[in-house]
C-alpha cells in the first residue's frame, strides 16, 4: 500500500464520508443509544412497564453492550435504588445530598461505584437476562463492545473516527447521569408535587428520548409514557408505539387517566375510588385553583403597609407546596400571611383536609366517602369562587 493510500484512510477511512457526514452518522448512533436505555434498560428493564420481544431485547442489549459496556443487572438495580431512596443520603446519585457539580459532572463514576454494592445488587437486580450470552459476554467482557466499537469507527472514518468514539462514550454519561440524574432534580418544571425533588426539565423529550420528563416519570414510574399534558412530547414513547404496532413490544402499564362525568351533582363511591386512584392530577389542578385565589387576594395584600413584596413573593411559593413538607418557620409564615387573608387560610386548612383522603388506612369506605361530600359541600359553601370551581369539577370524576 502506498504512503499515499495510507494517508487517505487515515483521512477519510473506508467510507469516506464527509464532515456533514460523520456528524450525522454521530447523531444518529447516539440517538439509538438514547433509545436503547429509555425503552430497554428504563421502561422495560427497570421498571417492568413493558415487555419486549426477544428480538428487539437483544438488539438493545447488544447496542448498549458495544456503545456503552453498561450491565443491565447494573444500571436496573442502580436506578430502582434509586426511586426506593430518592433524594436522601442513600440515593446512589441525587444532587439534594451531594451537590449538583458532583452529580452532573461525575454522574458515571457515581454509577460504577454503586454498581460494586453487591448488597444493591442482590436487593434490586431481580428479574434482569441471566443467560449465557448476558453470563459470558455481556457481563464478563463489558470493555470488549466499546473497545470493538472504537476499532469500527476507525475504518469507518479514519483518525476522526477516534473522536465519534470519543463522543459515544461521553454521550450517556453526560446526558443520563449528568443532566437527567442532575438537573432531572435540580431545574426545571414540576406538573405533581410528588415526594422528591424531580423536575421536567423541558416540554419535548427529544434529546434524551423523553426523559426530560423526569417529574412525571417520578410521580408515575411505571408507566410506558413519560409525557403527561397535551404540550409535552414524548419521543421514546412513539418508537415504543412503533414497536408495538409491528409486535416487537407489548405495554403493560401507563399512567391513570382521570374521566369525567359532567353533571354529576353528588360524589358517590366511584369519585372517591377515582379521586384516589388520580390523587397527582387532583393537587395539581387544586394547585392552579390557589394561584387563582392568590391573584384574587393579591390587591388586597398588596395594601397591607406591613407587609412586604418580599414577604408575599416566598408566600406565594409556599402556598404551593404541599403542607406536610413546609419546616416551622415556613408555616410560622403562613399564620403571619393569614392573619391578613382568611381565603388564603381556608385554601390552605381544605387542601390540608383533602390530603387525609390520601391517608386512607384508618378508615373505612364510608368514612371516605362522608369526609369527601363534607369537603365538597364546605368548599362551595366557602364563598371563595376558586374553590368551589375545583369542588365542582372533583365531584364529577367518575
Not at 448498549?64 to 436496573?76: D, F, H, S
Amino acid at each position: 500500500m502506498s504512503l499515499y493510500a495510507v494517508l487517505d484512510f487515515l483521512s477519510n477511512g473506508i467510507t469516506r464520508f464527509s464532515g456533514w457526514e460523520v456528524f450525522f452518522y454521530t447523531m444518529a448512533v447516539t440517538h439509538i443509544t438514547i433509545a436503547s436505555v429509555t425503552i430497554y434498560l428504563h421502561r422495560c428493564q427497570a421498571h417492568r412497564a413493558l415487555d419486549l420481544h426477544p428480538i428487539a431485547s437483544h438488539f438493545f442489549r447488544f447496542w448498549l453492550w458495544l456503545t456503552t459496556g453498561q450491565v443491565t443487572k447494573e444500571w436496573a438495580s442502580i436506578h430502582r435504588k434509586h426511586h426506593a431512596k430518592c433524594d436522601t443520603e442513600e440515593d446512589p446519585h441525587s444532587p439534594v445530598t451531594r451537590g449538583i457539580k458532583k452529580v452532573f459532572w461525575e454522574g458515571a463514576e457515581l454509577y460504577r461505584a454503586e454498581a460494586k454494592n453487591q448488597e444493591t445488587m442482590d436487593k434490586y437486580g431481580h428479574g434482569t437476562p441471566d443467560d449465557w450470552m448476558e453470563r459470558n459476554v455481556y457481563t464478563r467482557h463489558s470493555a470488549l463492545g466499546v473497545s470493538m466499537l472504537l476499532v469500527l469507527n476507525f475504518v469507518l472514518f479514519g483518525v476522526i473516527g477516534v473522536t465519534v468514539w470519543a463522543v459515544q462514550m461521553l454521550w450517556i454519561p453526560i446526558t443520563a447521569a449528568g443532566i437527567i440524574n442532575g438537573i432531572g432534580h435540580y431545574w426545571g418544571y414540576r406538573n405533581y408535587d410528588c415526594a422528591d425533588a424531580a423536575t421536567n426539565i423541558i416540554p419535548l423529550g427529544l434529546l434524551i428520548g423523553g426523559e426530560e420528563l423526569h417529574n412525571n416519570h417520578h410521580t408515575f414510574a411505571t408507566s410506558a409514557k413519560l409525557s403527561s399534558k397535551w404540550y409535552e412530547f414524548d419521543i421514546g414513547w412513539g418508537y415504543i408505539r412503533v414497536l408495538e404496532m409491528v409486535g416487537l413490544a407489548k405495554v403493560k402499564k401507563r399512567a391513570p387517566e382521570p374521566k369525567f362525568a359532567k353533571g354529576k351533582q353528588q360524589a358517590d363511591f366511584d369519585t372517591l375510588q377515582s379521586v384516589i386512584a388520580n390523587r397527582y392530577d387532583v393537587m395539581a389542578k387544586y394547585a392552579k385553583s390557589i394561584k387563582h385565589a392568590w391573584k384574587e387576594e393579591l390587591e388586597h395584600l398588596k395594601h397591607k403597609a406591613e407587609l412586604e413584596a418580599r414577604f408575599l413573593k416566598s408566600s406565594r411559593k409556599l402556598m404551593q407546596r404541599e403542607p406536610a413538607k413546609l419546616e416551622a418557620p415556613q408555616k410560622q409564615q403562613l399564620v403571619e400571611l393569614f392573619q391578613h387573608s382568611k381565603a388564603l387560610e381556608t385554601m390552605h386548612n381544605m387542601r390540608v383536609e383533602l390530603g387525609v383522603i390520601w391517608e386512607r388506612s384508618h378508615f373505612t369506605r364510608d368514612d371516605l366517602l362522608h369526609k369527601l361530600q363534607d369537603w365538597c359541600n364546605r368548599a362551595e359553601a366557602s364563598g371563595i369562587k376558586s374553590l368551589q370551581d375545583f369542588s365542582l369539577r372533583l365531584r364529577s370524576y367518575a
